[in-house]
Nanobody, 122 residues
Framework: QAHLVESGGGLVQAGGSLRLSCTASGLTFDDYHMGWFRQAPGKEREGVGCIRWNGEVIWYANAVKGRFTISRDNAKNILYLQMNTLKPEDTAMYYC???????????????WGQGTQVTVSS
């Protein structure tokens, strides 16, 4: 049974940084493309950034380009999201997900974590 666990969220002031981690178990990590998604209250879940099994970045949302960096360590089964220059509009629940399609929209991802909350104060 695939299991994804996010960590690293929290409360940060605007302009600050956070690094999210997603630890995977129960699946062959490097068989899967991985993604970070977020959902703010009252909004749909949206893609933030996605990465191929081999570490090649698939896509970033325009809103985070130049500020967020997705990466993975296949030896440790961990996905990362480095978030810099955070803005209040980045406030959301952040989820990691695993899928086999080269895409960055939620329907293409099969396994999901429970999420970690990121709150950015102004």
């Amino acid at each position: 049974q695939a299991h994804l666990v996010e960590s690293g969220g929290g409360l940060v002031q605007a302009g600050g940084s956070l690094r999210l981690s997603c630890t995977a178990s129960g699946l062959t990590f490097d068989d899967y493309h991985m993604g970070w998604f977020r959902q703010a209250p009252g909004k749909e879940r949206e893609g933030v950034g996605c990465i191929r099994w081999n570490g090649e970045v698939i896509w970033y949302a325009n809103a985070v380009k130049g500020r967020f960096t997705i990466s993975r360590d296949n030896a440790k089964n961990i996905l990362y999201l480095q978030m810099n220059t955070l803005k209040p509009e980045d406030t959301a629940m952040y989820y990691c997900a695993a899928g086999r399609v080269v895409a960055c929209t939620p329907p293409y991802y099969n396994y999901w974590g429970q999420g970690t909350q990121v709150t950015v104060s102004s």
